[in-house]
């Protein structure tokens, strides 16, 4: 099967969409943003053997790649419009080509995301680079840098489940119903689109959960010029973690692990105001600290746990050293 041929079989479906003036098959594709709009643009690289273990499904590659990818766009209170898709496989598998494909076709359908185009090549590793396209209203985007002193922070569902569903994953621990809920949190994260868009009147900032909760916030502090303090016993965990191990365990997930794929985000605004849009969303919405004026000293986001001051170490994931 040549390049030209996967393209045809896997990822050209017919699309009617007006803002799609010339999709796959061209050159390039010819977008048409809707007046009175700010595009938001993203995109994410997923290797073989780093981001994913080899043996996870095709179809659930195929919708974590996607999936990643609108975690941005939503931290950013944006609307998922078109894809671009770069794919270099080692091989032209045809069950992993058609179970990719479907994933990655599950996460457009839920989202109303178009693929409009891409590029299909050989390599050693399997890689898929996504490019999305959003946009939001003018001047409407949530940033990182946007936080103030005396805003709470807040955090969406319950971080370590997917990194604790990745290391269930590579240690092959025996599989039951709260395992596999820790799994799916890693193979098929829950971008949250509509949550970000509904977040984004009351939120002054905000960021997605892809390196660890710890890191994550740090990157906003700083970006707001800021510091910050959380209190470890508001951190929240999910029953299945808690029950696969002991909660120091569970908070080291939580922090430092990663992969997470929600949204942390600061505000003034009561915690009335986001109950009401977590039960709107069936996603809880936690206060777990605040924002501070900036430190003298290094450290950006401090943590407490119970009150006490909690020393805290951990880079988050870094591909280079
Ligand atoms: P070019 O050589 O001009 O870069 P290609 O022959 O590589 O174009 O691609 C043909 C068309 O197929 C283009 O419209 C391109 O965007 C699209 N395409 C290539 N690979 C993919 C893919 N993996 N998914 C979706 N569209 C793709
Ligand atoms: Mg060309």
């Given amino acids: 099967m040549d390049e030209f041929e996967i393209i045809r079989r896997y990822f050209e479906r017919a699309v009617s969409d007006d803002s799609i003036r010339v ?85 457009a359908q839920e989202f109303d995301l178009a693929l409009v185009g891409g590029d299909t090549t050989s390599g050693q590793e399997t890689a898929i680079s996504i490019q999305i396209i959003g946009d939001v209203e003018i001047d409407q985007a949530l940033v990182r840098s946007g936080a103030n002193s005396g805003d709470a922070i807040y955090v969406t569902g319950t971080p370590g489940d997917a990194s604790a569903g990745l290391a269930v994953l590579q240690s092959g621990t025996p599989r039951n119903s709260d395992v596999d809920y820790l799994v799916k949190r890693f193979a098929r994260p829950n971008a949250r689109v509509d949550l970000g868009q509904a977040i984004a009147e009351h939120a002054s900032a905000a960021i997605d959960l892809s390196d660890g909760l710890f890191t994550d916030i740090e990157k906003l502090l700083r970006a707001s010029a800021v510091s910050g303090l959380i209190e470890l016993s508001e951190v929240p965990l999910s029953a299945q973690l808690i029950k696969l191990m002991d909660e120091d365990d569970a908070l080291r997930f939580a922090l430092g692990g990663g992969d997470d794929y929600e949204l942390c985000f600061t505000s003034q605004a009561g915690a009335e105001v986001f109950q009401e849009i977590a039960d709107q969303h069936d996603v809880p919405i936690t206060c777990i600290g605040q924002v501070n004026e900036s430190a003298d000293s290094g450290d950006a986001l401090l943590c407490t746990r119970n009150g006490n001051e909690y020393e805290y170490h951990h880079d988050g994931y870094r591909h280079f050293h």
């Avoid at 809707?34 to 290797?47: A, Q």
């Avoid at 996607?66 to 032209?92: C, F, H, K, Q, Y």
Wanted: hydrophobic share 45%.
């Fill in 23 to 107: 999709g796959i098959g061209d050159d390039g594709a010819v977008l048409r943003p809707d007046p009175g709009r700010d595009l938001i643009t993203v995109i994410d690289t997923l290797v073989s053997g780093v981001h994913f273990p080899p043996s996870l499904s095709p179809a659930d590659i195929g919708y974590r790649s996607v999936a990643v990818n609108l975690s941005d766009i939503a931290a950013m209170a944006g609307r998922p419009r078109w894809m671009v898709l770069a794919l270099t496989l080692s091989d032209s598998d045809p069950a992993w080509l058609a179970g990719f494909s479907s994933g990655l076709f599950a996460a």
